[in-house]
Every structure is written in structure tokens, then in C-alpha cells.
């Protein structure tokens, strides 16, 4: 008998979390025997919140850091995760979990609005460690390996999802910046040698305010360093506001806000206030009065005016309306609700928001409920011109077709917080006119931007050792699935040009003999790309962390119909795996629809293919032969899932979440029934299989009628356990069946 080996099992947020307590028991039940443990660790954003605020809590309250933890073991040779889309929390988000966890009795403080005391500046920093996406990187020791798993194509092949039509027509099209961005004012440099950096900002009158110091440069590393113009910035909005009225085109700004949690932030209140700066010259005094801050959005201000007597927020609002009615449509996230595009800068981000609308005929939703072209703005330009190619190419030949187009899998670079996505601890509002200098251990200048008060500057690290094992792995993908591999760089773009070099020497450690493996532009390969797509043929996407997030949504959103369904491994450097579940997010709309109707329809499927591939991984690395064997077959499983059409549906009172974990466990069970390597596992599980199939209509039944209903689950950040577990598993003749694998 093999010795217990562990799977670490994260619990999340919003659908998925849900769903986890519906699923895991299964996941529990099947793997018990073959001594596997499955080890649950907490990273939803409430338990983030409490394990960074201990010292407020009761004894009795207080919560492991699980996310330290995993850190730590993401770096062990022996770590198996199998980690589910979190929430990264926005301001406004975090501001709602606060306010329910302390309504739940947590007397965590509030969230800081003006910082004026030392604990108001020692709470802002506790808040900024849960803030945006603060999960994913702590994880992500090792590169992306992203692809949609053949049945899951295939499924979509005989199951297309819908797509709107584009018209050569369309007046939908990409706004961004042409100079003062960070893609134009980018200089990098390969550091030859380690050494410590600083990072300092000299103002004109000569004051030297160090940004950072004692940053750790390892051999080999990149650096680079950007700034976005303010001034730049607010001329193109005013354009894009102006350009949008003539055109009658929705007004819509992408962003990645939780991810690049300092820099799109600023650049979302720029945008509120230009798309309002009406409503700002006349009321702005005010607006500082009451501490309204619309780097948050505009929902920030909307929620502020209720302190503000009546006859001022009446005034205001009549103002705002009256912005709407006269600038520019903008862009809707719920037209009932009159939510906009500007309301909460996590409401559109970017990777899952431009496919969607390119799915859609180029359109969004405007305040009629009706579907509108749309100016996209994305004001910095160092990856907004894939979206203009595929906006350009749908243009000309029209929508792509899920039935016969090719596949898109990545290949990213994202270790050790790799490329801008690490660069928010050195991502600087500038107070004054100047530079920023960044100088050598040794007092030598590496890098020099003049800056203008408000400009946006950032410094970017890119460590060796991620980069050699991202080619690594990028020739392994070509060689493995025998599919041309495109290196997405621009040698024109100074960070690229850094990193071409690196990938032509590193190319050369591998046998890329009869490998058709090219560096192209990132506009040139997705016009290389799409080309093939058309024609049916399969190109890998190797990519930087930017493009690894934007081209795992693209892709997979065109080609199944949704992220969910993506095979999505993290090879950690250390030997480790981390299985996240499908490349989306966390589907906050399903929780609304779960709450009102008792229907979750989340698709499971990413989960599916995480813990079959954790399971291999771990019956590799334990020797445990029956892990191999719970793999294969819940591969099998998924595949029948896939032919059998056993996804939750979108309708209340047909399968959702609940009924499709059901079926995979009916299958799993038969595939484990009928396979011959393990004689033990085939026993155990004949007599479930037979249990779950003679009462499938019953269970189905049952599992449907109970929708229809709001369900309380006290709580949305923080759910009442029992309540939320008891909706989640509310069928007694499954849960007992099931419970006959724990004896
Ligand atoms: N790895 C992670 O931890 C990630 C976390 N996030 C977080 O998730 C939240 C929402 O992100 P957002 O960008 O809106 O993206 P989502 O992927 O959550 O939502 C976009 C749309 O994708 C579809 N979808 C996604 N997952 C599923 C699923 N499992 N089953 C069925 N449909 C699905 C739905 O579209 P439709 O209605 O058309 O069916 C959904 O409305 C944010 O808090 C964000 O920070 C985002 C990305 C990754
Ligand atoms: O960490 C996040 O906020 C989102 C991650 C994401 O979108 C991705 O990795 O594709
Ligand atoms: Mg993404």
C-alpha cells in the first residue's frame, strides 16, 4: 500500500465556492481508498481578510494565513493544489466583505478613506495585501500551460455555442494611445550581474525621495521601467469621449484593475472624471469634501452623495443624469439596474470583457438593454492591437465558426510574479514634477524618466530562471502535440527586444529539430493565428503574463464558449503542481441567480480536468498506482460528461451544478466499475455504480424540484456553513450513497 499522499484543495469564493462544497465530498468519497487525503485550505477573500487581521479577533475567531501556507508549499517538490478562481477583490468589493464580517461580529476596523494616523496607514497596508489579485501570484511558482482538452473541443465542435454575426460594417473598433503611454516610454535593460536597486524620484528643485530601495536584482534578470504620461492620458480620453459622439458608439473602457491593481485604478478615475468633468468642475470642491475617490468608480460617488443633504444630492444626480444623457452611451454591466461600464472598476476586466463582446458582433449592452458597436477604449497600447487585429480580421471574413476552427493553447510566462503583473509594489502616482532614476548597488544609473506630477510611473521585473523553463516548456508543448509554436514578442518594444535574446539562446538547450517554432509580433501572430484558426489548424500562443492572461480567455471564450473549460496547469519550477480549474473567474452573476432561484449554473468541467490531472500527477510522484487509476478514469468520466451534454443548464428547474456533479460521479463510478487494473477499486466501486444508476431519476427529479426558490444563506463573502452545505448537497439518497465509500 502506498503511503497517504495529499491533495490541497483551496476553498474560494462566490460560484465556485459553492459549488466546492457540493463537489468535494464527492472528490472525498472516491479517493479515500486509495489513501489519498484531500486537505482543504481556506483563501476566500473573508478568510484573507480575518488571517491578515488576527489582532482584532477573539481568540476563538482567528484563522490560519492559508495563503501563506500554500505559498510556502507551492515551493515544496511534494505540493499537489488544485486551485479554484478566487475573488480579487476590488475596493468596493472589499469594502462589502468588511462590512459583513463585521456584521457577522469580526471587529476588524473599516476600511481606511483618508489616511491621518499611523493605524490608518498600518490598516491600508493590512488591506492592501488582500486587495486585487493577491492570490494567483503567491501561487504561481511556474509557468502556464493552458489548452483546451480535445473532448472539450470536441464537444464544442458538435455543441456550438452561440455567436453573433459580424458586419464588414461594424463601427465597433480598439481606442488606444499613440505616444506618452507605457508601451511608447518603456526601457529595459538585462541586469549581467545580481545587485540591489533603488528606486528614486528627483524633483525639480533637486529633493530626493527614495520610491523603494533594497530591491534584490537577481543575475540574468530584466528590468524595465515605464511611465504613463497623465497629461497623455486625459488628451486621449477627451478624444475618445468627443470621437465616440460622433460616431454613436458605446463608451467603454477595458481595464485590469485587479491584477494591476495600482496603475488601472488611477487610470479608471481618470477616465471617470473625463467622461464627467462637467459634473466635476461644478461640483469637485464638494466631492473632496465628502472624500469621494472614482478611482473606485463611479458608484464610489454614487454611494457617498447619501451624506450630503438632499437637496445637494438631488442636485448632483440630476447632473449625473444629465452627463449620461448628453455624452457619450456608455456601455452597460446590467441595463435593469442602470449599472455602467464606470460604476466598479472590477466589474469589466479586460481578458474575459473584449471576447465576450467579440463574440457578441463587436457590441455591449447599452442603458436600453440593447446591443450597440462599442469604442473599446484600452488607453495604453502594448497589447491592445491583438484585439484590433481580431476586431479587423472578424470585420473582413466574418464571426468564427466553433464548429471547425482550430485551437489556441498557451504557453505563458508568469513564474515569480513575472512582467507587469509583479509590478505594483514598484508602481508610483508621482507627486511632483522631475525624474525617476533607477540606480545599481553601486550608485550607477540604470534608468531615467522625466515625470509630471500625476504620470503613472512602474518598474517590471523578469527572473532567468522562469524565462528558461517557460521555453522549456513551450518546446515541450510543440514537440508533445506536434503543433507550430509562436513566440508573442515585438522586437520593437524594448522589453521584448530583452527577451528575444534570452529565448534565442535558451532555444538552443532543446532539440527543435522539425519544430516550426517562430517570434512574431503580438499583431503579426494573432494575424498568423486567426489565419490558421480559420482553417481549422492549431497554433500554440508562447506568451508574456499579459498575453497569457488576455489570450487564455480570447481563445478558449471563442472556441468552447467560456475560460471554465480550460485544462489550466502551473508546472511549479520546484517540482510541484498546481491544478487551477479553468482560466475565467468566478462568475459572481451565478450567485445572484443561485440566491434567487436555487439554481447554480456554474459548469464544473475545469474542476473536473484539475483533479484528473492532479490525480495523475500525484500517482506519478507517490508511486500510488491507484491515483493513476482514479485519473484515467475520471478522464473517461469527463468525456462521457462531454457526449452526454451533462453541463448545469442556464434554466431553473433543469440540471445545474448539483445534478452535473451526479453524473460525473455516476460515470466515475462506472468507468472505475469496469476498468481491469485495479481489482479492489472495481469492487468498491461496481456496488455505488449500481446504487447511483438505480436511483438517477430519482435524484435527478428530486434535484430539479427543489429549484424555483430563493435560498438564505446568510451571507455572500462569508456563508453560514450548514446552511450553505445543506443547499449544496440537499439530496439524501446521493449524500447516502456516497457515504457508503467512507466506511
Ligand atoms: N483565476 C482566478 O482566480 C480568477 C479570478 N477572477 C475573478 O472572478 C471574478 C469575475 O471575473 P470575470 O472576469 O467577470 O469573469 P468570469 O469568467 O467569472 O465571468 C465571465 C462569464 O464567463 C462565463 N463563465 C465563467 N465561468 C463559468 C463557469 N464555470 N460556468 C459557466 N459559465 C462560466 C459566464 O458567461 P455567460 O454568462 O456568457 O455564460 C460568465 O458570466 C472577479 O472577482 C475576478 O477578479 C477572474 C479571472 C480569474
Ligand atoms: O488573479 C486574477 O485576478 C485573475 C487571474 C486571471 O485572470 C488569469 O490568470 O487568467
Ligand atoms: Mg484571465
Not at 635 to 642: E, G, H, S
Not at 669 to 690: H, P, V
Not at 710 to 724: E, K, M, R, T, W
Request: proline residues 4%.
Amino acid at each position: 500500500m502506498s503511503k497517504i499522499a495529499k491533495i490541497v484543495y483551496t476553498k474560494t469564493d462566490e460560484a465556485p465556492a459553492l459549488a466546492t462544497r457540493s463537489f468535494l465530498p464527492i472528490v472525498k468519497a472516491f479517493t479515500k481508498s486509495s489513501n489519498i487525503e484531500v486537505e482543504v485550505k481556506d483563501i476566500s477573500l473573508a478568510a484573507r481578510i480575518l488571517a491578515n487581521f488576527s489582532e482584532y479577533l477573539e481568540d476563538n475567531q482567528k484563522v490560519e494565513d492559508a495563503l501563506a501556507t500554500l505559498g510556502e508549499l507551492a515551493k515544496l517538490p511534494t505540493t499537489n493544489i488544485i486551485k479554484l478562481p478566487n475573488i480579487s477583490a476590488s475596493v468596493p468589493q472589499l469594502k462589502e466583505a468588511i462590512a459583513e464580517l463585521q456584521e457577522k461580529g469580526f471587529a476588524i476596523p473599516n476600511y481606511p478613506e483618508e489616511i491621518k494616523t499611523d493605524e490608518d496607514k498600518a490598516v491600508l497596508a493590512l488591506y492592501n495585501k488582500v486587495k486585487g489579485s493577491a492570490v494567483n501570484p503567491v501561487l504561481r511558482e511556474g509557468n502556464s500551460d493552458r489548452r483546451a482538452p480535445k473532448a472539450v473541443k470536441n464537444y464544442a465542435r458538435k455543441n456550438p455555442h452561440s455567436m453573433g454575426a459580424w458586419l464588414s460594417s461594424s463601427k465597433t473598433h480598439v481606442a488606444t494611445m499613440s505616444e506618452g503611454d507605457f508601451a511608447h516610454n518603456e526601457k529595459s535593460a538585462t541586469l549581467k550581474n545580481a545587485t540591489t536597486i533603488s528606486i528614486e524620484h528627483v524633483a525639480k528643485n533637486g529633493t530626493k525621495t527614495i520610491l523603494k530601495e533594497n530591491l534584490n536584482i537577481l543575475k540574468g534578470e530584466i528590468i524595465d521601467a515605464t511611465v504613463m504620461s497623465k497629461k497623455a492620458l486625459i488628451a486621449f480620453l477627451e478624444e475618445q469621449y468627443e470621437d465616440a459622439l460622433d460616431k454613436n458608439v458605446l463608451f467603454s473602457l477595458h481595464m485590469k484593475a485587479t491584477m494591476m491593481k495600482v496603475s488601472d485604478p488611477i487610470i479608471f478615475g481618470h477616465a471617470v472624471r473625463v467622461y464627467f468633468s462637467d459634473l466635476f468642475k461644478k461640483h469637485g470642491k464638494t466631492f473632496q469634501k465628502i472624500g469621494i475617490d472614482v478611482n473606485n468608480g463611479l458608484g464610489n460617488l454614487l454611494s457617498k452623495l447619501s451624506e450630503l443633504p438632499k437637496e445637494k444630492r438631488d442636485e448632483i444626480r440630476n447632473d449625473i443624469r444629465y452627463a449620461i444623457d448628453h455624452g457619450p452611451e456608455l456601455a452597460m454591466v446590467n441595463s435593469d439596474k442602470g449599472i455602467t461600464n464606470l460604476h466598479v472598476p472590477s466589474d469589466v476586466i479586460i481578458d474575459a470583457s473584449m471576447p465576450a463582446m467579440i463574440r457578441t458582433s463587436g457590441k455591449m449592452w447599452n442603458a436600453d438593454g440593447k446591443l450597440q458597436d462599442t469604442k473599446a477604449i484600452i488607453p495604453d497600447s502594448s497589447y491592445a492591437g491583438i484585439y484590433t487585429a481580431t476586431i479587423d480580421f472578424c470585420k473582413k471574413h466574418g464571426a468564427f465558426d466553433p464548429t471547425t476552427m482550430g485551437t489556441v493553447p498557451n504557453v505563458g510566462l508568469m513564474a515569480q510574479k513575472a512582467e507587469e503583473y509583479g509590478s505594483h509594489d514598484k508602481t508610483f502616482e508621482i507627486e511632483k514634477n522631475g525624474k525617476v532614476v533607477v540606480k545599481d548597488a553601486a550608485g550607477k544609473v540604470l534608468m531615467e524618466h522625466e515625470v509630471e506630477t500625476g504620470d503613472i510611473w512602474r518598474m517590471c521585473q523578469t527572473k532567468d530562471a522562469p524565462i528558461q523553463d517557460w521555453v522549456k516548456l513551450a518546446v515541450t508543448r510543440a514537440r508533445a502535440s506536434q503543433t507550430p509554436a509562436v513566440f508573442w514578442l515585438d522586437k520593437n518594444r524594448a522589453h521584448d527586444a530583452e527577451i528575444i535574446k534570452k529565448v534565442k539562446v535558451y532555444l538552443n538547450d532543446h532539440d527543435t529539430s522539425n519544430l516550426d517554432i517562430r517570434i512574431l509580433s503580438p499583431i503579426k501572430a494573432t494575424e498568423f493565428t486567426l489565419k490558421r484558426i480559420i482553417k481549422g489548424e492549431d497554433t500554440i500562443s508562447v506568451s508574456g503574463n499579459v498575453l497569457r492572461d488576455y489570450l487564455t480567455d480570447l481563445f478558449p471564450i471563442l472556441e468552447v464558449g467560456t475560460s471554465a473549460k480550460m485544462l489550466s496547469i502551473v508546472p511549479l519550477m520546484n517540482g510541484g503542481g498546481l491544478f487551477e480549474t479553468g482560466a475565467g473567474g468566478s462568475a459572481p452573476k451565478h450567485v445572484d441567480q443561485f440566491l434567487e432561484e436555487n439554481h447554480l449554473r456554474w459548469d464544473s468541467l475545469g474542476e473536473f480536468l484539475a483533479l484528473a490531472v492532479s490525480l495523475e500527477h500525484l500517482g506519478t510522484t507517490n508511486n500510488n498506482t491507484k491515483a493513476l487509476v482514479l485519473s484515467e478514469t475520471l478522464d473517461d468520466a469527463t468525456d462521457k460528461f462531454l457526449d452526454n451534454d451533462k453541463s448545469p443548464s442556464r434554466k431553473v428547474g433543469e440540471l445545474d451544478n448539483r445534478g452535473s456533479h451526479f453524473y460525473l460521479a455516476l460515470y466515475w463510478a462506472k468507468e472505475l466499475a469496469n476498468q481491469t487494473k485495479d481489482a479492489e477499486l472495481s469492487k468498491e466501486f461496481g456496488k455505488i455504480y449500481n446504487e447511483l444508476a438505480k436511483n438517477e431519476t430519482k435524484i435527478i427529479a428530486q434535484l430539479n424540484e427543489i429549484q424555483g426558490n430563493s435560498v438564505d444563506i446568510q451571507g455572500y463573502y462569508q456563508p453560514n456553513d450548514v446552511l450553505a452545505d445543506n443547499a449544496m448537497r440537499p439530496n439524501a439518497i446521493f449524500n447516502n450513497i456516497l457515504s457508503l465509500l467512507n466506511v
